[in-house]
């Protein structure tokens, strides 16, 4: 068993959450820079503006910002053959509908790109990884607004042409199926710049966003192409199965629906058009939206090259009559801290359902174990890590072996700790490498080498012979 020759070993990270340095070479503020520090049991407030009482962890980061040079040599010690990272949209569009980039911002892509590639590292590059200028939430309603589409496609260009030799591979919109959960403001705020108001039709509204996303997602692909035929565009998704909690046929079809509701995304981006279910969905509820004809047309043109996602859990789905479906945990896995249940078969579950679904390529491009890590006389044994990143990887072996996956390559969250998404603490950590900062950015910033990055390298030089 082994994986192909150039497989794509890395790590990934996000520009909100580990560069720090937020009003740095004229950035504009982003929709993270409003979101104040939480924890497992108090979720992130979201407000307008920078409130004095509050702290905003992702202005600091890791400050990855004055940092990447030492971090990336870091990355290249333990092989990577591929970093993933994101474009601050508003570090290049500091208000989002300028008609000229900031080129401070455009140099600083230029140093990181040129500092991976000295190593022969390949960047990933997600151009709206949970983030866009705070300007146009405020002053167009984010993505409700379809000039929304003409900004995006406005920064991709210029991203593109700047890039055009140093990035191959791109993403458009990170985790887009996180808009479906509307009950959460998380989603909608860090994926679309939208808060729900209490008198709105949020559904329609979250259907309406979706839209606008997919057709400047199809369109970055078509300009892409025109700028340089060679580039992969890829959509990125948050998958994870989702299980009948019985053999019930309930409970089966109720299994199915809710994967519906993550596929609706990935059968627009990758077959462009709309899927049956949602069309008749839409017709039951009455939802009426902004589509064109050139929209249609345009979703066609621009489908993916390849189909990135993250994998972290597998929840289960009973079934509720009013609702179809309810989530719930699975009894019989085990959980991190955070409550996210450990499930490495899932991972082979979903890529043999998403391949045979689409048969594109796959790109396993966020997966990891967040924990609470203990640094002692300089040493962190993250042996649940290892363990984790091991069972994920061998199943993630069979499925490229035993079933024929077409696997790219893997990109474990995070490559280095970074601040977490959903609480904004530094507590939660991913990384192979240990930075020495608590939830207030307090500490040396020190990077330390953790177990798991040993055990890495040794992975990638073994081309996942050695696990
Ligand atoms: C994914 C996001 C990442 C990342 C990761 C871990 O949803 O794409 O940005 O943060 O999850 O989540 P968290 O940081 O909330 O633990």
Known sequence: MSFPKNFLWGGATAANQYEGGYQEGHKGLSVTDVMSAGDVDHPREISYEILDDKYYPNHYGIDFYHHYKEDIKLFAEMGFKCFRLSISWPRIYPQGDELEPNEEGLEYYDHVFDECLKYGIEPIVTLSHFEMPLYLAKKYGGWRNRQLITFFERYAITCFKRYSKKVKYWMTFNEINNLIDTDNP?????????????????????????????????????RAKEINASMQVGC?????????SSCNPQDILAGIKAMDKRYFFSDVHVRGYYPTYTLKKWERSNIQLD?????????????????????????????????????????????????????????????NEVYERYQKPMFIVENGFG?????????????????????????????????????????????????????????????????????????????????????YKRVISSNGEIL
């Open 186 to 222: 998380f989603n909608a705020w860090t994926g679309a710049g939208v808060l729900y108001e209490d008198n709105e039709n949020i559904e329609q509204t979250m259907y309406q966003i979706s839209h606008y996303q997919f057709v400047a997602s199809a369109r970055a692909v078509q």
């Open 236 to 244: 990125m998704l948050h998958f994870g199965p989702i299980y009948p």
């Open 291 to 351: 589509i064109t004809d050139e929209d249609l047309k345009d979703l066609k043109r621009g489908t993916v090259d390849y189909i990135g996602f993250s994998y972290y859990k597998s929840t289960i789905a009973e079934y509720d009559k009013i609702h179809d479906f309810i989530e719930v945990q699975n009894p019989l896995l085990k959980k991190s801290d955070w409550g996210w249940a450990i499930d490495p078969t899932g991972l082979r579950i979903i890529l």
């Open 371 to 455: 924990a609470y890590d203990k640094l002692e006389n300089g040493i962190i044994n993250d042996d649940y890590r290892t363990d984790y990143l091991r069972n994920h990887i061998s199943e993630m072996k069979k499925a490229i072996e035993l079933d024929g996956v077409e696997v790219m390559g893997y990109t474990p969250w995070s490559a280095i700790d970074i601040v977490s998404a959903s609480t904004g603490e530094l507590a939660k950590r991913y990384g192979f490498i240990y930075v020495d900062l608590d939830d207030q950015a307090k500490g040396s910033g020190r990077r330390y080498r953790k177990a798991s990055f040993e055990w």
